[in-house]
């Protein structure tokens, strides 16, 4: 009976800086088998390791967003929830000349829906074109660095987001 216990994860709670509670998913937990097929896929598609960097393998214990604001604790579903951690911590938008470490990428689908979310690590100031580096979990898959257009998202309709308040 101790046994089961122990292995019931407890729910995770978190709040946006409003106090509002951010729903969220337990880890999801693969086999090695799927481990090591989900990074047999991904290498298939992004193997350039110039481009793409592995930061932590394949893991289901958070998603991208659980990454970008639950602190890699736990998956965040849904583009309504993310909208409220988004409006609660006082996020907005950023033109692409003002991006900076630590501001945050999204990349939405044709209907405006949050596909996809990193965190800014890097703005070289000395390439012609503008191609920040960006953390992210890759779904099922594990992080990586990557350049902000080089991955399974789409990035022709993205928006950088910076924490606080934009007093202009």
Known sequence: MQEDRLLIRPKLIFHTRKGREIPNEPAVSFSPFEIEKLERQINAQFGDPIRRKV??????????????????????????????????????????????????????????????????????????????????????????????NYCPYDARHVKFMREGRNDG
């Open 55 to 148: 930061r932590k393998h394949t893991n289901g214990c958070y998603n991208c967003h659980g990454l970008t604001f639950l602190s890699r604790r736990a998956w965040l579903l849904k583009d309504a929830d993310i909208r409220i951690v988004l409006s609660d911590d006082d996020y907005y938008e950023v033109a692409q000349n003002r991006v900076c470490q630590g501001d945050i990428i999204l990349y939405c689908d044709h209907a405006g829906e949050i596909d996809h979310t990193g965190v800014v690590i890097d703005v070289p100031t000395d390439e012609t074109i503008f191609c920040p580096w960006i953390l992210s979990k890759w779904a099922n898959y594990g992080e990586y660095i990557h350049r902000y």
